[in-house]
């Protein structure tokens, strides 16, 4: 079974930019279909970004469209979110998820990763 460990969060100041990791471990990776998420305090997981098994599919939620781009690189087992044009609304806590089913920005995957926290200021 495929784990998930993030990394790339941190604080920028608006309009700056970050790049997130997710790595996985174990077998079968390239059979994922992978998604980010994020979580502010009080609110409820909201979806971010999906990408299908192979990335040549991908899925964004309206409030990231033009500013993010997830993509992965299934011989290094990781999946990226790149985000441009960070806003203080995209503050909160992001991690990514995998399932064998697809479920585009629903909240329903098997697999999440522990998180790592994106802070913009204004």
């Known amino acids: 079974q495929v784990q998930l460990v993030e990394s790339g969060g941190g604080s920028v100041q608006a309009g700056g930019s970050l790049r997130l990791s997710c790595v996985a471990s174990g077998t079968d990776y390239s059979s994922y279909y992978m998604a980010w998420f994020r979580q502010a305090p009080g609110e409820e997981r909201e979806g971010v970004a999906f990408?299908?098994?192979?990335?040549?599919?991908?899925y964004y939620a309206d409030s990231v469209k033009g500013r993010f781009t997830i993509s992965r690189d299934n011989a290094k087992n990781t999946l990226y979110l790149e985000m441009n044009s960070l806003k203080p609304e995209d503050t909160a806590m992001y991690y990514c998820?995998?399932?064998?089913?697809?479920?585009?920005?629903?909240?329903?995957?098997?697999?999440w990763g522990q998180g790592t926290q994106v802070t913009v200021s204004s």
């Open positions: 998820a995998a399932d064998f089913i697809s479920y585009l920005l629903y909240p329903r995957y098997k697999l």
């Open positions: 990408i299908s098994t192979g990335g040549g599919a991908t």
